[in-house]
């Protein structure tokens, strides 16, 4: 669900707390649970990188992280493919997934304790969505909107509520310090030409929150 979503988490609380690499990392991998529940007690693959350069992993100084998650190597390893399918698609996780987490206060030019975060991949039906679209540029948004809606977009312009509902809101808190909900926005897409050559679907949700307290 959170890879249609960008959470912006400003004036964070704590955030001037001193801390090093290993903390922030560690900070990094509390926040992926909390954003993604399923993986709890679960056996995945996952690898650390560099969150300026991506996968695949490589050493990081954790101003910026990348967390990888991807399908157990070695829980499926020498099964067939329609096993290894059925046992993951079974969790209701969509792997692999990338996260990245920028711990820099670029104002300040220090690190943070505390980063923002976004989903750094797609979901497949946000891929079909969005290919269908780019593919019909002569589409009104009416006609663009219902067609990702057929293609599996679960979460549309009149649906913030239902997304609202969906947002890990209190689990974040417990990290970030109570959460508020500032602004939620959903792009469907860029205006363009009717034979637009270039890649105008957006299919984005833009969320912001601050702490509770801070202006």
């Known amino acids: 669900m959170l890879s249609l979503a960008c959470l912006c988490l400003s004036n964070l609380g704590r955030a001037s707390d001193r801390c090093g690499s290993v ?9 992926t649970e909390a954003i993604y529940p399923e993986t709890k007690n679960r056996e995945v693959d996952v690898s650390l990188g560099n969150g300026y350069s991506g996968p695949p992993s490589c050493p990081t100084d954790a ?3 990348m967390i990888t998650v991807a399908k157990d190597s070695w829980l499926v390893f ?8 059925e046992y ?18 670029y104002s300040q030019h220090t690190t943070q304790c505390l980063p923002d975060f976004l989903n750094d991949g797609s979901s497949d039906e946000r891929q079909k969505a969005a290919e269908l679209m780019q593919s019909h ?24 509520v239902k997304l609202l509902r969906q947002l890990p809101v209190k689990e974040l808190g417990e990290i970030y310090g109570p959460l508020r909900i500032q602004r939620v926005e959903f792009a469907l897409m860029q205006e363009h030409e009717k034979d637009a050559g270039w890649w105008f679907t ?14």
């Open 88 to 105: 993951f698609s079974e969790k209701s996780l969509e792997l692999p997934f990338h996260l990245r987490f920028d711990f820099m206060s």
């Open 63 to 65: 101003r910026a992280v």
């Open 78 to 85: 020498g099964k067939p493919d329609s096993k290894t399918e």
């Open 202 to 215: 957006e299919l984005d949700w833009d969320i912001s929150a601050k702490v509770q307290g801070h202006e």
């Open 23 to 31: 903390d922030r990392i560690k900070i990094a991998f509390r926040l």
């Open 137 to 160: 540029p002569d589409w009104t948004a009416e006609e663009a909107l219902a067609a990702a809606r057929k293609a599996g977009l679960r979460f549309g312009p009149s649906d913030q």
